[in-house]
């Protein structure tokens, strides 16, 4: 059942759509992690010991960020994927009748 | 210390061995087909596979090595969560989809999908290669050191266990058995980390903590004495020798090393020369690491321990100003008599320094910054161009699987990285940190639960190696049999010969496996992970990127940066500062340059030879093209 030779998934209308996102996405979050690395660089962990939120300093309170905001802009990039696969599917499906 | 695994921990690993093994064999039947055999089919679903990333991505780095790092220098090993999931960004909106659409089997397949080149073949079975071998050797070592207290057998016995039952399970059934040893050890793993957080989060902290304790239930914590050089002479203590801030003393016979801190108070170490410990000859180190003051709480109130806590108010706790943590060092000096003496001593930091970076990572100078900033591009650009990492795009239906794989992936490793920060102090607060190795430092932290969580971590930690090294074997045999033997060599094998070819070089490459996993006994090669990262980050990112955004990519562009990737990042790092400092047993100074990691130099390096080499061979490619 789950080790049958791999099939064709066939064309993907979506990809450059895709790929534009992912791209786009890519960037937004470069632009945070970038953020993460030159505070710590620029500052000498001055500016990482500052209490941010609740008593815990902005090193954890950015560190944690990063790895919750890659989840939440994963789940987006899905979403909006999903959306735009199950858009152009159903537009080849009318112009197929 | 000295820690023998109990019949539990040794009954826990023996039924996942047998658990594992039986998958194997069960799949065996169905990886009659090189598809079978290299991909799984391609039918794996990709919530399976997802699990299956983390079981194959968290390797005994991410569980031993970051929560030791953590509960040994606070929050500088959290770095190394952030950028190891970081990566997985640039999988998800860069590679995933592509790689499945491209690829068949290897990371080969997809570089070379576009141009059938012998060249690209031949440079990218070669870095595959290299990332492999380098991220081998640790998990090899690794497991030895595992064995060695866990079940109580020598360091090379260990390597060949884990190298055998890896063995079978990839020449069984290849990447099938590979996938649900990888989801079994991945699942297990998350399960329990989070009890094992949940437990320390309802003990809460204290100054007196619960620790380990021997057989008669004496409490096992070293806790260090604070003293004035006035003070030890008043009790005896004679002066022996001093080397730098470490001063020897003794005293009725018996030697004690202090060190000396900045205030001029002396600090009470545990030491070890040759096979004398702390003076006894076969002595033990006795476990370390402990919180000595909590911010906003008296002396009383700190030794009863807050009870409860939530994630929020363990970690503003341990934040807090006025918070005292012992960070345990490690440093090797010379004796009165030359005799080289390693001493392990305390320094209690502020709960401001321990949870901010700057303890391993410092970026104080022009080349410590450097450095950092190249260590966390290498972890950001590495995940994605690890080849037993983009294998795994081969194994789902389609590329929507594959993103959604990705998906679950983050979510997992995400939430396990969390995990770590909690579980690396857990072990600093608890008094379970083994001196010598602070590796041990999650399962150490278990046995503070008792006996039953720490068979249970044991084996999962055992079974962490297991699922990293199938995954790491299975790479490797494709890039021999099916990149080298039947695409470069041109052997055109038949289905079932690529089968046989493929279990054959699983062989070849575990025994290799084994062989540099005993060779490399007692070396400290938690480096070869980092450049596994930055050889994937400069020789295989740049040529997947380009490939995928820039249409004037040709071979000869893919190959010049797929060599030019490896050589200047193993080049930078074998000629920089911690290698003559640590393998070639010289110092630093002597190094030929100050850049430790190569990532900033050897990754832009690798895409400008890309782009000039494209540009260069462009007529070329076109004229090919016709």
């Known amino acids: 059942m789950l080790h049958e030779p791999a099939r064709d998934s066939g064309p993907d209308p979506a990809t450059a759509y895709k790929t534009r996102l992912g791209l786009w996405m890519f960037l937004f979050y470069c632009v945070f992690y970038a953020g993460f690395v030159l505070i710590n660089v620029l500052t000498g962990g001055t500016v990482m010991q500052s209490i941010v939120l609740e008593g815990m300093n902005l090193a954890v309170v950015y560190g944690m960020g990063l790895i919750v905001l890659a989840l939440v802009m994963a789940l987006i990039y899905n979403h909006l994927c999903t959306a735009k696969e199950r858009e152009l599917a159903d537009a080849a499906r009318k112009e197929e009748r | 210390m000295n820690l023998h695994g109990t019949p539990l921990s040794i009954a826990v690993f023996a039924v996942f061995v047998l658990a594992v093994l039986y998958l194997s064999f069960f799949f065996a039947r169905k990886a009659k087909s090189a598809s079978g055999y290299y991909a799984a089919g391609g039918q794996i679903h990709w919530a399976v ?179 004035t050089e006035a003070e030890l002479a008043t009790q005896g203590y004679q002066p022996v020798h001093k080397a730098g801030e470490f001063l020897k003393f003794t005293r009725e016979g018996e030697t004690s090393w202090w060190r000396r801190d900045a205030q001029g108070g002396l600090w009470q170490a545990q030491w070890a020369a040759g096979d004398v410990v702390n003076g006894q000859v076969g002595g033990l180190l006795q476990p370390v690491s402990r919180i000595t003051a909590i911010g906003g709480l008296t002396a009383e109130e700190a ?30 000096v010379a004796d009165e008599a030359g005799r080289r003496t390693t001493i392990y001593y305390p320094k209690n930091v502020s709960g401001t320094d321990e949870m901010k970076p700057g303890v391993k990572f410092k970026v104080d100078t022009l080349w410590n910054k450097l450095n950092f900033i190249s260590l966390m591009m290498a972890l950001f650009f590495g995940t994605a161009a690890l ?69 249970l971590i044991s084996a999962i930690a055992f079974a962490t190696v297991l699922g990293t090294v199938a995954g790491l074997i299975v790479a490797a045999s494709g890039a021999v049999a099916h990149d080298l033997m039947d695409r470069y060599g041109g052997m055109n094998l038949t289905e079932t010969q690529k089968v046989r070819a493929g279990k054959i070089s699983a062989f070849g490459v575990g025994i290799v496996a084994i062989i540099l996993g005993i060779l490399f006994r007692g070396i400290n090669v938690s480096f070869l992970v980092g450049w596994a990262f930055a050889v994937a980050a400069s020789a295989n990112l740049p040529a997947i990127v380009m490939l995928l955004f820039w249409k004037r990519t040709t071979a000869s562009g893919i190959v010049a940066s797929i060599t030019v990737g490896i050589i200047s990042a193993l080049g930078i790092i074998l000629t920089g500062p911690e290698m003559f400092a640590g393998p070639y047993g010289r110092t630093a100074a002597e190094a030929w340059h100050k850049l430790g990691q190569p990532g900033i130099i050897s990754i832009p390096l690798s895409f400008l030879t890309l782009v000039f080499v494209s540009l260069a061979t462009q007529k070329k490619a076109v004229a090919a093209r016709r």
Request: overall charge positive; some cysteine; aromatic content about 10%.
């Open chain 2, 49 to 227: 596979n997802g699990i299956s990333f983390a079981g194959d991505y968290l390797s005994a780095a991410s569980f031993l090595g970051i929560c030791g790092m953590i509960a040994t220098l606070g929050y500088d090993g959290f770095l190394y969560s952030v950028g190891y999931l970081a990566g997985w960004v640039v999988a998800l909106f860069v590679v995933a989809e592509p790689m499945k659409r491209m690829g068949k089997f290897t990371f080969t397949d997809a570089v070379d999908a576009k141009y059938d080149s012998k060249g690209i073949k031949l440079a990218a079975a070669i870095s595959t290669l290299v990332v492999s071998i380098c991220y081998l050797i640790p998990q090899m070592n690794g497991a030895g050191s595992l064995v060695e207290p866990l079940l109580g057998l020598p360091h090379w016995v260990g390597v060949v266990i884990v190298g055998s039952i890896v063995i079978m399970i990839v020449s069984t059934a290849g990447m099938a058995s590979t996938t649900y040893v990888q989801f079994l050890k991945g699942g297990l793993l998350l399960i329990f980390s989070t009890i094992m957080v949940v437990f320390l989060l309802v003990r809460g902290i204290g100054t007196d903590p619960v620790s380990l304790q021997d057989a008669s239930g004496k409490k096992l914590l070293f806790v260090p004495q604070q003293s």
């Open chain 2, 303 to 332: 030794a009863r321990g807050t009870g409860p806590i939530s994630p929020v108010g363990f970690l503003a706790s341990l934040t807090h100003a006025e918070t005292r943590i012992e960070q345990w060092h490690t440093a090797k």
């Open chain 2, 387 to 455: 080849p037993h990492i983009l294998i795994r795009y081969y194994t789902v239906p389609s590329p929507a699987c594959a993103r959604k794989s990705t998906i679950v992936a983050i979510a997992a490793i995400g939430f396990f990285y969390v995990l770590t920060l909690f579980m690396g102090l857990g072990a600093a607060t608890n008094g379970t940190v083994n001196p010598a190795d602070s590796n041990m430092s999650a399962p150490l932290l278990a046995m503070s639960f008792g006996k039953v969580l720490f068979a």
